[in-house]
């Protein structure tokens, strides 16, 4: 798994139903995370994914 600075904030996160959200990958840019988010949403149109703003240091789990 690749390591993350504090600048790679914006994530494109996998939404599950059991709740086991899953960070597919973290962008330094929000346009960078907006066109990975179109790309995936467009592959797998039956998986639900969301862009958000987490910082490296934060629990997703407290942002979701």
Sequence with gaps: MATFSAFH???VVLLSPSMKNLVV???RRRVEAEECFKVLR???????YT????PPEKDL????
């Design 9 to 11: 904030v914006w994530a």
């Design 25 to 27: 990958n973290r962008f």
């Design 42 to 48: 467009r592959l797998n149109p039956d998986k639900r």
């Design 51 to 54: 862009v958000m703003y987490a």
């Design 61 to 64: 789990k407290e942002l979701i």
